[in-house]
């Protein structure tokens, strides 16, 4: 079935819904009004970093940074930038698979001495016109953190260790320690030779991407025992930085023992398929069973989070889940992704992070921005075009913007909705996923012990079969609604709402 025929078939069969959400439906029932009871008592603190953002160079595969940049201007291109802001990153890291041969003096200093290198993974030459300076600028530009993932010896993986024409690209603590020297002391003779006189300033540094992947990388014993190496060599340029250990299969409790209090964080990523039949473009002929299976993909993830905690817990040390997102086959990492279906998916795992944010700090759902990948949180048309975020990115940013300070408790008898609830001071926030396709949710709100004074809905609900492709005619930017505290709410259906309460 090619697009125009899918566009008529799901037009048809998402009438209802679509007349629904405008109020016309007469075939959709909604479900009894329920009470929403919200718990005051502060649980825990949220990270500002859950909603953080992952960018790399990756070569031919997907133009992410040299479709960003502006090789006339020398600057990031400004439709970026202002995208950007409206997704607010929390923080943006630098790296992947591209640090296990990534050599930072390569990407300083003049423009025309940068170094090209060969992209070993992902193929194709790197200018280096973007490097440590550039990133930082892009950073402060959008308000992010910066985090910088560090060449770790290769991750001790001969693939890595030389390109196929023989160049050295194997990074050492010495070389770790002198980039965290270049960015944060204040005197370092090269930055202020590059004409840098203030620090760049990167607090938060990676040790290790997805070294226990292959078994030709560091066995578990040679990654801690390397890990404390960097760990020592980079905090001695700089003891306030915060270092995150790669800690998935099994790692993460001796990385902790042996390490204690070296390191700041335990590093895992997970992508990953939540099942058919939700891969190439066959999500297309039944649109109601791939409702189904992405409203159930929370569960995998949430086991995922669940190994790692119970790896983490006795320590009390904090999670940093530094790429995640759905991996599916399909052409350009498959278009369901592209739907608001996904979008909605991809909410339930937002509400899943929040719900661990105890020990969960550092958080992702997407790769940052490119050309082709519907795994990107921000799509960049080429080779003209504005900039627009994906569904995934559209949830990212709702969440981001309205949310608070402290997780809070919350209760439903509606087994419909995925319900999250945060506070600062006395405004409190829900996050509510719909999971019904067609039905609406009648609720009301209600904070134990407070009187509620002003509440407004930030809806984006549309027919889960609706495809994001351009900036233009965006049909998911959120609606705002003022909800009547004496009438029950309707939560839309297949719909991620933000509350904002006013006590």
Not at 83 to 105: D, F, I, N, Q
Not at 220 to 243: C, G, Q, S
Not at 389 to 400: E, I, T
């Amino acid at each position: 079935m090619n697009r125009r025929d899918f566009v008529k078939t799901t037009a048809l069969s998402g009438l209802s819904l679509t007349a629904g959400m405008h109020g016309m439906a007469q075939n959709i029932t909604a479900l009894d009004p329920s009470t929403i009871t919200i718990d005051p008592t502060p649980q825990f603190e949220l990270s500002p970093w859950l909603y953080m953002q992952f960018m790399e160079p990756l070569g031919v595969t997907d133009s992410s940074v040299e479709a960003s940049w502006d090789h006339t201007t020398h600057s990031w291109k400004q439709g970026l930038i202002d995208v950007t802001r409206e997704l607010a990153p929390g923080m943006v890291r630098w790296g992947g698979l591209l640090s296990a041969y990534y050599r930072w003096k390569e990407g300083v200093g003049p423009r025309n001495q940068r170094k090209p290198m060969y992209n070993i993974s992902w193929g194709g030459i790197e200018t280096n016109q973007v490097g440590t300076a550039e990133f930082v600028e892009f950073c402060r530009l959008v308000g992010a953190d910066p985090l910088m993932c560090i060449n770790f010896e290769s991750e001790g993986d001969p693939e890595f260790l030389k390109t196929p024409m023989g160049d050295d690209r194997c990074g050492t603590a010495k070389e770790a320690a002198e980039w965290v020297d270049y960015c944060n002391n204040p005197n370092n003779a090269l930055r202020r030779k590059h004409g840098f006189a203030d620090p760049l300033r990167i607090d938060v540094w990676q040790i290790g991407n997805e070294t226990s992947y292959s078994n030709r990388r560091f066995d578990r014993d040679t990654a801690v025992r390397k890990t404390n190496e960097f760990a020592d060599a980079m905090r001695k340029a700089d003891p306030t930085i915060r270092l995150i250990a790669w800690g998935e299969n099994d790692r993460a409790a001796e990385m902790i023992e042996r390490l204690g209090d070296k390191i700041d964080y335990v590093a895992f990523h997970h992508m990953f398929a939540p099942g058919l039949p939700v891969r190439d473009n066959d999500y297309r002929n039944d649109p109601a069973e791939t409702w189904d299976v992405l409203m159930e993909a929370y569960k995998i993830h949430e086991l995922k989070i669940n190994r790692m905690r119970e790896q983490v817990a006795p320590h009390k040390m904090p999670l940093a889940m530094t790429e995640c997102h759905f991996a599916l086959p399909g052409r350009n990492r498959c278009e369901v992704l592209s739907s608001w279906a996904a979008g909605c998916s991809y909410a339930r795992m937002a509400n899943v992070h929040e719900r661990n944010g105890d020990l969960l700090k550092i958080a992702t759902m997407a790769d940052f921005c490119g050309t082709r990948w519907q795994v990107n949180a921000v799509m960049i048309p080429v080779p003209r075009g504005r900039p627009f975020l994906m569904p995934v990115a559209r949830v990212m940013a709702l969440y981001r913007r309205y949310s608070g300070k402290d997780y809070l408790k919350t209760s439903s008898p509606s087994d419909k909705l995925d319900i999250t609830g945060s506070r600062t001071d006395d405004t409190f926030f829900l996050h509510i996923v719909n999971t019904s396709r067609r039905r609406s949710v009648p609720v009301r709100f209600q904070i134990n012990g407070r009187t509620i004074i002003s509440a407004k809905a930030f809806e984006i609900a549309e027919d889960p079969t609706y495809e994001i492709l351009s900036a233009e005619n965006d049909r998911l930017q959120p609606k705002t609604k003022d909800i009547e505290l004496d009438k029950p709410y309707s939560v839309p259906p297949a719909s991620v709402t933000a509350v904002m309460i006013n006590t």
